[in-house]
């Protein structure tokens, strides 16, 4: 009895040695760990502080623009950066935002460039596809469209684009009056065969086109607007059969049904105009 009471208190004091011998080794580990972790932070921040991690010029941004309507010293210009400054002090999210701001950049990315040092900025620009026109209170505001609907001041737009000629395609009314259906609008009008020179949404009862054809009357807008550009097209020979000076307007505002009004002086009657023709 008395051995194995002996064994039983050698078995623990080892284990007890053991365990001892563990917590030093996990002591020292930490020790280690936290040396290392140490040096590392204190490596990164020494490299971080050097001369190299400077933006120093210009020269060191990357420019990717997708539409090149603005150049590089153009985009340059509206980046709010001094020089020299260190790299990792730069916000890139700062800057995409307030680029993003411009009324001719819709999309902005801006990320470090480390080796070498610098900013790498990829912008997705406005296009403009119409000069608008809007009259309130006797004033009238002349803007540009892109095709999703974005308005852009003219005189922004002149002043970082003086050389770009604008749009031929004219819109006249008040934003709100065609925002909702412009992205439609534009698309089937800038596919359509039958050229388009204005767009009147003064009236929100009926959208009005100035085409090669004639006044065109859509009526109210909505979702048969694709349709009735479509019909448009279908009319285009219209010239051959009457003279410009003899039709009034084309009725489009119920498709099924289209018309052309003829001038008075020249015909009285109304004829319906078949869909295929």
Known sequence: MAGIISVSRTDIAQRRKKLRRQRQMKIIQAIWRTFAITGLAGGLLWM????VWMLKAPKQIVMKSGNKLLSDET??????????????????????????????????????RLFPPGLFIEIQERVPV??????DNKKVTIGLLDASGAWIPLEKY????????????????SPKQYYLYWTQLHEAVSQSPVKVMEVDCQNP??????????????GVPGPQLSEQIKLLAQ??????KFN???IEYIDLKNPEFPLVQMNQKDQKSTPKIPKNI
């Open 130 to 135: 119409a000069v608008t026109q809007t009259r």
């Open 75 to 112: 985009t340059q210009s509206l980046l709010v950066l001094s020089y020299p400054q260190s790299l990792w002090r730069i916000e890139p999210s700062a800057i995409a935002n307030s680029l993003k701001k411009q009324p001719t950049i819709a999309q902005a990315i801006v990320r470090r």
């Open 244 to 246: 410009s000076g003899q």
């Open 235 to 240: 009319m285009r020979h219209l010239t051959a």
């Open 158 to 173: 002149t002043s970082l684009n003086p050389t770009r000629k604008l749009p031929n395609l004219r819109v006249i009314g």
């Open 205 to 218: 009862t009926n959208l009005i086109l100035k085409t090669e054809l004639g006044n065109v009357h859509l």
């Open 48 to 51: 971080a502080v050097q001369p």
